[in-house]
């Protein structure tokens, strides 16, 4: 038998070859699980609906073979970490997972990636370092609510907070940035905080009941989701309307909107985009299929609005639904590559 020799010049060639072939895991065959710990408001609802657009179609067209939703019956951090422990049992090849709580899940986590299966959490992040995080600087978000108010009001005043669903690592960056913010602008003053669970109904409740122990309010700091519910209550006690912040739900801009026509009402309205959860989906996808070398910690913006431009996205947007982008496979390998520019 001839024996064939490469010379020197072709084998870091043969071997990049031998590279783009591993590279290409090919993903219709395996099942990605979606972990999600609640679904209680708008915004949770318009994401499953994006996660579900947008992956029957990654099924049907091969590119994996199940993409299962699976959300908890509450908001408990052991309901979670159970549901976690039984989809690595039915042998999922990857978990993206929207988590209660940013550190209280890591040992389930842990226990997937031992496993071999793939964990990209959003949203409601986790710090186990075996995952990938699709992180939104929230932080910055909650800092940017006082920096617009105090463009507004430099005289300052005072505020009150609505914090979102306690535990999760959302909660905790937003208040983080409002609290940084406020101690860079020492005018303002919290004076309350109630949780509104990002959801306009029971931040309404909320706000209305503690709304008679308040003094003159100037500004509304939130997490989204909330606007519309603080709105309604400070209407309902008869209180002059402080400058509320919005998280581009359509019935808070519609709402802008009608303010803005009778008096000129100003505001600003920002908030991660529900469809981020098709972003994970992919990254998880492009890990499967070799992609190896994709940054732990992927950062993404979050969506904003301004009041030169929310009135041009609102007719874009369901009635009862949220502001959105949903992400196909070539926008998640746009992002993954911006990152690893970075």
């Known amino acids: 038998m001839k024996r064939i020799t490469y010379s020197r010049a072709l084998l870091p060639l043969l071997a990049s070859i031998a590279l783009i072939g591993v590279a290409q895991a090919d993903t219709k065959n395996m099942r990605i699980a979606f972990s999600n710990n609640y679904a209680g408001n708008s915004w949770r609802q318009a994401m499953l609906k994006s996660y579900d657009i947008v992956t029957k179609k990654a099924v049907t067209d091969g590119v994996v073979a199940a993409a299962d939703v699976f959300t908890t019956a509450d908001k408990e951090v052991p309901t979670q970490a159970a549901q976690i422990q039984n989809l690595i049992l039915q042998g999922y090849n990857a978990i993206v997972i929207n988590a209660s709580s940013p550190d209280a899940l890591n040992g389930a986590i842990k226990q997937a990636t ?31 609510e006082v920096v617009h108010l105090a463009g507004w009001l430099p005289k300052g005043g005072n505020l009150l907070e609505i914090r979102g669903l306690a535990g999760t690592s959302i909660d905790d960056a937003i208040h983080a940035g409002i609290q940084q913010g406020v101690s860079k602008h020492p005018e303002f003053k919290i004076v309350n905080s109630v949780e509104g669970d990002w959801d306009q109904t029971t931040a309404q409740k909320a706000v209305a009941t503690v709304l008679p122990s308040l003094p003159e309010i100037v500004g509304v700091v939130d997490q989204g989701g909330d606007g519309y519910g603080a709105a309604q209550a400070f209407a309902g006690a008869g209180r002059k309307e402080p400058i509320i912040i919005m998280g581009n739900r359509q019935d808070e801009l519609a709402w802008w909107k009608e303010q803005k026509a009778k008096n000129g009402y100003t505001t600003w309205s920002a908030s ?33 609005f301004t009041q030169d431009d929310f009135e041009a996205a609102l007719p874009s947007i369901p009635v009862g639904g949220v502001a959105s982008h949903e992400y196909t496979q070539e926008d998640a390998k746009k992002a993954i590559e911006a990152n690893m520019k970075k």
Not at 118 to 144: C, H, L, M, N
Not at 274 to 290: E, K, M, N, R, Y
Request: hydrophobic fraction near 50%.
């Open 114 to 144: 031992d496993a071999g299966i793939v964990v990209v959490s959003f949203d409601g992040i986790v710090t186990e370092p075996s995952a990938w995080r699709v992180v939104v600087d929230f932080k910055d978000y909650g800092e940017q």
């Open 272 to 304: 991660i985009a529900p469809g981020v959860s098709t972003l994970a989906f992919w990254v998880a996808q492009q890990i499967l299929d070799g992609r190896k070398d994709i940054p732990h910690d992927l950062l993404v913006p979050y969506l904003a």
